[in-house]
């Protein structure tokens, strides 16, 4: 049974706490979808309800290994997730797969909407798949997306997918709040390292180049061998960890036993030597300075004499009238600060 509860709309009557914990820890997957869409509710009634229910499931949460993916365009992310989240169901786990797609904003599309992007997940009754919805700015997603994960792991789910689908920002967001960020490749696509942002590399716990199969596996050796040696230059995150880069092929399954491996090897790494919690803690302060920012954003947007003042500075700094600083002071100085 896929997750296709994703689109319940917080309109129906809502649950009480205890319903909804209940609900959750039990592995009721239609009270699960209820809950996450509770917390994605940018309604101040709901967000109140959502806190309440997060510090209720608190201190069931945190036991998952938490990845990151990002890739450039092309590089097989829906066939790598859905292969290895059906490995690792196999295994014995239970998979959420969430994604992140500030872009989606100027389409309104959502990006996990077809679930045949990843037909086998979305069938496997261990396997839960959602999208989060952008709300118009990467700190709403960020948000929403955090919290989702939180309530996914008191679900009983312990390992948590997170799909970065946007560029850029997307990639450092996801990266600051998962424990492994896994970037992904292909070979044979022009000139790599010129298609992939250094700072994406900066953030990257792995690269593994993907569709290392037929004629293309020799590239992905070269590929490989090219990434190895800009990561040299690079200054690691973390000194105690280099990032490996490896070659799979998730359309045949090869390689992921070896990147899975690698991925619980750091977690062990993270886990034995308290990095872990120490990662998650720093995680979480920063969270909290990035909701700081989101929610003034969003007071400051909201404030009807900034609104009625928008239009008038937007003219006036693009007719060279203003200078933005100068814009800024004044809604600033409208807000009270």
């Known amino acids: 049974m896929s997750s296709g509860a994703a689109n319940l709309s917080v309109s129906r009557p809502r649950l009480s706490i205890g319903e909804y914990v209940a609900g959750v820890t039990s592995g009721d997957r239609a009270k699960l979808a209820q809950a996450i869409t509770l917390i994605e509710s940018r309604k101040p009634e709901h967000q109140e309800q ?27 992310k829906s066939t790598f997730i859905d292969t290895l989240g059906t490995n690792l169901s196999g295994d014995g786990h239970r998979v959420a797969v969430l994604a992140v797609d500030p872009t989606s904003a100027r389409t309104g599309g959502s990006i996990l909407g077809d679930k045949t992007r990843m037909a086998n997940l979305a069938t496997n009754p261990n396997a839960f798949i959602r999208p989060s919805p952008t ?15 939180l309530a996914c792991e008191a679900a009983g789910f312990d390992i948590i997918l997170v799909e970065t689908v946007g560029v850029g920002q997307s990639e450092v967001a996801v990266s600051e709040m998962v424990d492994f960020f896994v970037v992904l490749l292909i070979a044979g696509a022009g000139d790599e390292l010129q298609g992939i942002k250094k ?116 003219s006036a700094v693009t007719g060279g009238g203003t200078t933005p600083a100068l814009a800024v002071d004044k809604m600033l100085k409208a807000f009270g600060v």
Request: charged share 25%.
């Open 199 to 314: 700072g994406v590399l900066e953030i990257a716990d792995m690269i593994a180049l993907n569709k290392a199969d037929g004629d293309n596996e020799t590239k992905a050796k070269v590929s490989a061998a090219e990434y190895r040696h800009a990561l040299r230059i690079i200054t690691p995150k973390d000194k105690s960890w280099t990032p490996p880069v490896i070659t799979i092929s998730a359309l045949e399954n090869r390689g992921l036993d070896d990147l899975w491996s690698r991925i619980t090897q750091r977690h062990g790494q993270l886990t034995d030597g308290g990095g872990l919690t120490t990662m998650r803690r720093r995680q979480q302060v920063r969270w909290m300075w990035a909701m700081v920012e989101d929610r003034l954003i969003e007071k400051l947007k909201s404030h009807p004499d900034i609104k009625a003042m928008v239009p008038d500075l937007e």
């Open 135 to 149: 709300s118009g700015t990467l700190g709403g997603v960020t948000r929403t997306t955090r919290e989702t994960i």
């Open 50 to 76: 959502a806190q309440e229910l997060l510090l209720e499931l608190a201190p069931l949460s945190g036991k998952s290994i938490r990845i990151g993916i990002s890739g450039v365009p092309g590089a097989g």
